[in-house]
Every structure is written in C-alpha cells, then in structure tokens.
C-alpha cells in the first residue's frame, strides 16, 4: 500500500515510454524492504514523500519546491543547489531536498566498483535516486537533507577521490568527450586538455567568479560528440590543417563492398550497394572532394572538416597530421535569451601540455566578460550586445574572414577610422567635381 | 589577501542597502575604487570563507549577503 495516492503520476506509466515515475516507485519498494540493512541517514520513505509531493503539484499545477538556497559545504560556492518542499508537514521526507553534482570522470568513464560505491554512499546518505548525467555532464545526486552535506562531500574527496561540480555563476564542471582513449578521430588528447584545465581552475569552478555560468567542454573532432560547438561558451574542437589521409585500396574497397560504409552502422535494412558519388563525393558540403579513375581526390585547403567523409569511410580517410584545435566561444540555452550556437574565436591553436596559449586565450576572455558582462548575462549574450570584434579586441586576435560565417549576415567587423586612410573626413568640394548632387 | 580596510569598505556598503538581502557579485565591482573584477572576486570569496559574507544559490545563479541576513536562513530552520 503505498504512502500517497498517485492516480496522476500513475498515468505516467501508462505511455510506451520507461517513466521515472516506476524508477521512483521501484527505489520507494526497495528502501522500504531494505534488504542491505542499510542505516538510511534521511527518511526511509523519502521517495513516497517525493511521488506525494509530485502528485500535488500535478493536482494544483503549481510547484510545491522553493528552489535554491544558503546550503553548501565549507569553503564551496558550488555543487550543492538548495531545495525545499513548501509542505513538511505532509512531506517530512523532502522537507529538504538538495541536490549535489559531482565532477563525472573524464570521458565518463566508470568502473563498476566505482559505481557500486557512488550508488551505495547515496542509499546511505541520500535518496537513492540519480541523475546519469546533468547536460552539463555532472553525475547528479538528487535529493538529501543538510546535515548529510559535510559528511557526503568527506566520503567523496576522501574515500573515492572524486570532486563536487560546479553551479551558480561558477565555471561549471568540465565536460569532454571519450577522445584519444578510444577515438581515431581525436586531433587532440581531451582528458587531458580537461583534467589540466579542471586542476588549473579550481578557484573558479568552487567558487562564483563571474556573471553568470560558464562552460568549457572539449570535442576531439568536429563530430562534436559532447556537442560543445551548441552547449558551450567555450567550445574546443580538434581539427587539422593539412590533409586527409586517403588510403586509395581502401576506397576501392568500400567501392567494391568489400568494405561496409560507416563501420556497418544503418545495416538493419538493405539500403542497396554503396554508392560513393551519392554518398560521399555529392554529400561534401563545399563540394571539394572527386572521384575519377577509380582515385578519390581532396582539395583541402576547401574542406570545412564537416567529417561526413570520414564517418562514412574511416579505413580509408584519416584526419590529418597537423593536428590541434579551433575556439569557438558564445553558445549557450534558451534560458534568458534565445539559444545560440559558438562562433569561431580562434581557427587554430596548438594544444600540447601545458595549455599556455589555450589559457592565455581562455583568461582574456574571462576579463573581458567579467568587465563588461551584466549581472546574468552569458558571454554569447555579451558578444551579440556589443559585437565580435569587442571580443577580438580584448583577446588581441586579428579579425580574419573565418570570423565572418555568413557574408553580409553577421556584421562582426567594422572599419575603424584609424585604419581607413584619411579618417572620415573628405574634401566635399573635390568630392563633388566627380559626383554631381 | 583582502585588507581590513577592503572587508570594512564592503560590509558598510552592504549595510547600507536597503530592500535586499543578496546581491550578485557584480554589485561588489564598485564597493572598492580600483579593483580588477578578479581581485574583488577573490576578496568577496575570502569574507565568504571567513564568515562574514555567504553564499545564495538558485543552481543557476549565485548571489552574495553578509552571513544570516535576510529570510531564507530563518525560515528554512538552517541557522
């Protein structure tokens, strides 16, 4: 018998779909028979209380949380976020409710101990419920009361050697993608970018530093798998800039079938015999790559490193030697203003431990926008408010017609007055000998 | 290192507020004449450290009070 009735919670169960609401039920039925004996440290019937409280704000359509808080662990700006139920008294359980974020792995990668551990500490000390991953890429504990918080983030530096993340106008926890631990594509090592980064910036990822948050997350290629290019203000994504490696027996292979198209993926249905002119050379967006005589050939200095070529033949094409990555800064949510995507800082920077001329780049961009940045406003807000070329003014980088993504769509670069000859001012009169009024 | 003088300078001009609690760290920019946003930050983060100044935090945002000052504390039972 459960502790509240939840017909309209219930409903959520009913779809095709896996619903947290059986997640939360099924965590509910396992505290109550506690078959671990565990000694919960906050209420056993925690996830009741939160399907009653839910439950009630389907009933009113209102929220029952005060969302936010003074709650955190000493000397951290960051990684907790306060919450509090609106009715204890008929949901003693999430009478508090914090949430914690903890820094994921780079690349996310786990051992089944670890989780074991992570999935034990929150059973003990909180309400058993996660979130794998935030969009920022945290591991996400929902769900613990104040008295935990101190002794949670003791289990979590000192017994499993792992961090709390950012939140609240902090860098926010570093995100990256698998990289060179598993990728060919990668154009640079992303763990380690990450990690060095994260070790560099521990002030600002614990502490409120700026206007707003701030994100960095490193993509080894412009496949962008953690997507940085759309969720980040400071996006890093390997490239190369010489050429694509074309191993020519290979292309012939794929040609011939004896090699299936991007690595046997879409092979469900029988989409026909691989065609490389539709495929391939037709689908490359600057049109610089053909096929002749049985030879592929790449006019580089046109590719724009879309990778579809790549995807889809990867024993035959390889990224370049000349390997590092290009900035992008600016993307961000819908949240105050509408989404944007990154725009291109810096099209190509060397990225070899230490990270120098990274950081070099990354702190010019943090004074400019700790300075003119309003209080809530994210750095692509900044940039759209007073144009890019504030920004390349602050970072001392050369507007180049890579900053320009469209012609005559985005008027990033003017002409100063110091750089035209002769000023603004003219001769009217020699003006006027050639042009009649 | 904050000064004494630089600790004084903000707590009088928080104290000198009225109708709010918390404020964003920008807000503190003009409270010492002459500072880099960074050096404040770092001082701000210092009085956090030391008691006098505490965090607010919507998840999203942070804002920044003198210690126990304002409603949240009291009502949530956290002081």
Not at chain 1, 37 to 56: K, S, Y
Not at chain 2, 36 to 50: C, F, S, T, Y
Request: net charge negative.
């Amino acid at each position: 018998m459960p502790k509240h009735e939840t017909p309209l919670l219930d409903e959520l169960e009913s779809g095709p779909w896996p619903s947290f609401v059986s997640d939360i039920k099924a965590e509910a039925a396992s505290r109550a028979k506690n078959e671990k004996n565990v000694e919960f440290q906050i209420p056993v019937d925690v996830c009741d209380d939160l399907l009653g409280v839910l439950e009630l704000s389907y009933k009113h359509g209102r929220t029952h949380w005060k969302h936010g808080g003074i709650v955190g662990v000493f000397g951290y700006g960051g990684g907790v976020i306060g919450r509090y139920c609106d009715q204890p008294g008929m949901f003693p359980g999430v009478a508090h409710f914090h949430t914690v974020r903890v820094n994921q792995p780079g690349g996310k990668f786990y051992n089944t101990a670890y989780l074991k551990q992570l999935c034990d500490l929150w059973e003990f000390r909180g309400s058993g419920l996660t979130n794998m991953h935030g969009s920022t890429g945290d591991i996400i504990l929902i769900g613990t009361q104040t008295p935990q918080l101190e002794e949670i983030f003791y289990d979590l530096t000192h017994n499993m050697n792992q961090d709390l993340g950012g939140s609240g106008s902090n860098l926010r926890t570093p995100a990256d993608c698998i990289g060179s631990a598993r990728c060919e594509y990668a154009c640079y090592d992303t763990q380690s970018m990450c990690y060095a980064l994260t070790q560099e910036y521990q002030d600002e990822l614990h502490r409120p530093a700026f206007p707003y948050k701030f994100k960095f997350k490193f993509d080894g290629c412009p496949n962008c798998c953690v997507a940085s290019i759309a969720r980040s203000d400071m996006s890093f994504i390997g490239l190369w800039r010489d050429e694509i490696r074309i191993d020519q027996a290979a292309v012939a292979a794929y040609v011939g079938g004896e090699i299936q198209p991007n690595g046997g993926a879409h092979a469900g249905r029988d989409w026909g015999k691989f065609d490389i002119q539709k495929e391939v050379i037709g689908l490359c967006p600057t049109e610089c790559m053909r096929y002749e005589g049985g030879k592929l050939e790449i006019d580089n200095k046109e590719c724009t490193h879309c990778m579809h070529c790549i995807n889809v033949m990867p024993r035959a094409l390889r990224i370049g030697n000349d390997r590092g990555c290009a900035i992008l800064v600016g993307a961000k949510a819908p949240i105050l203003d509408g989404a944007q995507m990154g725009s291109l800082l810096v099209p190509f920077i060397s990225v070899e431990d230490p990270y120098d001329e990274v950081k070099e780049v990354i702190e010019k961009v943090w004074d400019y926008w700790m300075e003119e940045g309003k209080n809530r406003e994210r750095l692509g807000e900044l940039i759209k408010r007073q144009g890019f070329q504030k920004l390349l003014e602050a970072t001392d980088i050369e507007a180049s017609p890579l900053h320009v993504s469209e012609p005559r769509s985005n008027p990033y670069i003017f002409w100063k007055e110091e750089e035209v000859e002769g000023g603004w001012e003219r001769d009217v009169k020699a003006y006027r000998k050639d042009h009649l009024r | 290192m904050a000064t004494d003088e630089q600790k004084k300078l903000i707590v009088e001009a928080l104290e000198k507020k009225t109708g709010k609690s918390k404020f964003y760290l920008k807000d503190f920019y003009t409270m010492i004449p002459d500072l880099k946003p960074r050096a404040i930050k770092n001082i701000v983060n210092e009085m956090v450290a030391d008691g006098i100044l505490e965090y607010w935090s919507s998840g999203s945002t942070t804002l920044i009070g003198l210690k126990g000052v304002g409603k949240q504390a009291g009502a949530e039972h956290e002081d």
